[in-house]
């Protein structure tokens, strides 16, 4: 499974600022031979400096591209597919190969009767995958030891801690002991067992703050109102009204309402 924070929203931002800035780097300083002549295309054919113009769109392309991929149709799918590492890599290939048709069909219009499209196309995939797969790779990393160092769960004793609105530390237990946690109005309610008996913890926060931290313990969103812990749901049950409900093996509330758009992800995480 790729890691959590790779698909939220601020990283997405980091990939719509970085990725740009990488090829123009690697344009400017490194000068690949395949590269350098991809960007003086129409060399001589206007009076400006084509390669700063050439550079110019194709950082553009880039950074639109990605502004539609990442922060719009990736953010906001972000919720109804699980992205495995296999399905991340085709994502980031075929955000190459989208960049590259669209620098393809600009070369291509810049030099017309020259080169074929499917001239320009094949070019500009080899150049990009060049000066992408470097930045992809670093920024997966990245994130990925976020995740692995996040100071709200400790590998050591499996314990996560809750911080209220101000970032002061007010709870704290194992990820294992929650049952649920619970939105009401401007406080999160986390329902934890203590000695087999359940409890129930009040926090000033709001559940968008404590959504990170629990989904890295492995907690799911079983409703806009919920997350639950899936090691406690014994079974998902639909009543004759059409609606799910996750029962749980303990808890005074044995069970906890599931909406549609997230049954599937609840239902994979009791796989």
Partial sequence: MITKSLLRFPAQLVHVLCMPAFFMLFALLYKPQGLEA???????????????????????????????????????????????????????LAEVVAMAAFVALFLTLMNPGEESYFHFLGDSVQCLLEAMTFPYIILALAYWLHDAKDPDISEDNHRIRFYDSRHLLKFATTA???????????????????????????????????????????????HRSYL????????????????????????????????????????????
């Fill in 38 to 92: 991809l960007l003086h295309t129409a060399e001589g054919a206007y009076r400006f400096n084509v390669f700063s113009f050439n550079l110019s769109i194709c950082i553009a392309i880039i950074t639109v591209q990605l502004c539609l991929t990442r922060m719009i149709a990736m953010y906001l799918l972000r919720s109804h597919m699980e992205m495995s590492v296999a399905r991340y890599v085709a994502w980031c």
């Fill in 176 to 222: 294992d002991s929650i049952l649920y946690i619970q939105a009401s109005e401007n406080y999160i309610v986390i329902h934890y067992l203590e000695n087999g008996t359940a409890r129930k913890f009040e926090l000033r926060n709001s559940m968008k703050n404590m959504e990170q931290t629990c989904e890295n313990a492995g907690f799911v969103r079983a």
């Fill in 228 to 271: 639950v812990n899936p090691r406690h749901i014994t079974v998902i049950r639909k009543d004759r009204g059409g609606f799910y409900f996750a029962e749980l093996d303990s808890g005074s509330e044995r069970e906890i309402p599931v909406s549609k758009k997230c049954y599937e992800k609840v239902a994979q995480a009791l796989q």
